[in-house]
């Protein structure tokens, strides 16, 4: 599925929102335990990374473009993906959000999507992955804040509802990577209720 860029602005938009509405409903809860190792803090700081990277990306223009999908981004950060530094830079990034942590998610994503409508998607940005246009490196942000949101939702023991719009960018991103991952079996049959997805399934 092609995806324009109006539809990748609104998706991102869309899943910026949901973040910044989930993150304000965390209250006295920043020190709870959310993902692995990460707590709510660290988990809301890593997803703000979502939203700063494209900020700290476009400030450095790549050359060329060297990756040319969301999906191939992915593929080319699995490894780094699974490192220690990760877990690291979302703590880094929840404690750099500060006393309020809230009204700093809200103020970045005001401001990065702001950021966002005033590009065509046309620009190349220099990503850990490598050199992308800004309209095939922001459906990986959509993805990063739909996902993490979710995870998010989920800690605070709310409704996982992923804007609909952010959702078809991240799964369209899922079926490509589990189809050429050869996972498109197991994940078939674990959308569809079956019993028995293998342990640590993942299409990441």
Same mark, same amino acid.
């Given at each position: 599925?092609?995806?324009?860029?109006?539809?990748?602005?609104?998706?991102?938009?869309?899943?910026?929102?949901?973040?910044?509405?989930?993150?304000?409903?965390?209250?006295?809860?920043?020190?709870?335990?959310?993902?692995?190792?990460?707590?709510?803090?660290?988990?809301?700081?890593?997803?703000?990374?979502?939203?700063?990277?494209?900020?700290?990306?476009?400030?450095?223009?790549?050359?060329?473009?060297?990756?040319?999908?969301?999906?191939?981004?992915?593929?080319?950060?699995?490894?780094?993906?699974?490192?220690?530094?990760?877990?690291?830079?979302?703590?880094?990034?929840?404690?750099?959000?500060?006393?309020?942590? *809230? %009204? @700093?998610? &809200?103020?970045?994503?005001?401001?990065? /999507? =702001? !950021?966002?409508?005033?590009?065509? #998607?046309?620009? $190349?940005?220099?990503?850990?992955?490598?050199?992308?246009?800004?309209?095939?490196?922001?459906?990986?942000?959509?993805?990063?804040?739909?996902?993490?949101?979710?995870?998010?939702?989920?800690?605070?023991?709310?409704?996982?509802?992923?804007?609909?719009? *952010? %959702? @078809?960018? &991240?799964?369209?991103?899922?079926?490509? /990577? =589990? !189809?050429?991952?050869?996972?498109? #079996?197991?994940? $078939?049959?674990?959308?569809?209720?079956?019993?028995?997805?293998?342990?640590?399934?993942?299409?990441?």
């Amino acid at each position: 599925m092609t995806f324009s860029w109006d539809d990748s602005r609104t998706a991102f938009a869309d899943a910026a929102g949901w973040f910044v509405r989930t993150a304000a409903l965390v209250s006295d809860r920043w020190d709870q335990p959310a993902l692995g190792e990460w707590d709510v803090r660290a988990l809301v700081g890593h997803t703000s990374r979502a939203l700063a990277t494209v900020e700290t990306y476009l400030a450095r223009p790549a050359p060329a473009a060297e990756i040319g999908s969301a999906p191939d981004y992915f593929r080319a950060t699995r490894a780094a993906a699974a490192g220690p530094a990760v877990a690291a830079r979302g703590r880094d990034a929840g404690t750099a959000l500060g006393s309020d942590p *809230a %009204a @700093a998610v &809200a103020q970045l994503a005001a401001r990065v /999507l =702001a !950021l966002a409508d005033a590009h065509d #998607g046309t620009a $190349l940005v220099t990503t850990i992955a490598g050199g992308m246009q800004l309209a095939d490196y922001l459906p990986t942000r959509t993805f990063e804040l739909a996902v993490h949101t979710a995870d998010l939702a989920t800690a605070l023991g709310i409704p996982p509802d992923v804007p609909a719009t *952010a %959702a @078809a960018q &991240a799964l369209n991103i899922i079926a490509d /990577l =589990a !189809l050429t991952g050869g996972l498109a #079996g197991p994940l $078939l049959l674990a959308a569809t209720g079956r019993p028995g997805l293998p342990a640590g399934f993942s299409v990441l």
